[in-house]
């Protein structure tokens, strides 16, 4: 008898201000198997919600918008990866210039993606996943 391993669906924490957005993304990524384990619509609700899914099912990935009320997508990825250093964050965001990709890049963050290419989210996501 020969069994066959299942490797789970990546996760993925959705952080973004717009409704719309978040449930755009979830599905586009729900679609091509990915799983949505949770959303957040702000900085504040990102590290509350993230620091719930700890111990796992930490997310594989963490979307995250950076132009959103109180905190920023930067300052939010400062402090996961302050404490997570391997976590995979996507900065997900229509406002991206030279200044704030390289911010991101400074903390960490693992790419920044323009809200332009969403309907592409699973293919970024799993060449993302691959490469790290």
Do not use: C, W
């Amino acid at each position: 008898m020969t069994t066959t391993q299942v490797t789970p669906s990546p996760t993925v924490l959705v952080v973004d201000d717009e409704p719309d957005i978040r449930e755009l993304a979830r599905a586009i990524l729900e679609i091509d198997g990915f799983d949505v384990i949770d959303e957040a619509e702000d900085g504040t609700q990102a590290l509350e919600r993230f620091i719930q899914l700890d111990p796992p099912p930490i997310p594989t990935v963490v979307l995250l918008d950076n132009r959103m009320p109180g905190l920023t997508g930067l300052q939010v990825a400062e402090q996961m990866l302050s404490h997570y250093p391997e976590q995979v964050i996507v900065l997900f965001s229509a406002h991206l210039d030279a200044a704030v990709e390289a911010e991101a890049r400074a903390l960490g963050v693992t790419a920044s993606v323009s809200k332009m290419h969403t309907p592409r989210l699973p293919e970024i996501l799993r060449g993302l996943l691959k490469a790290s």
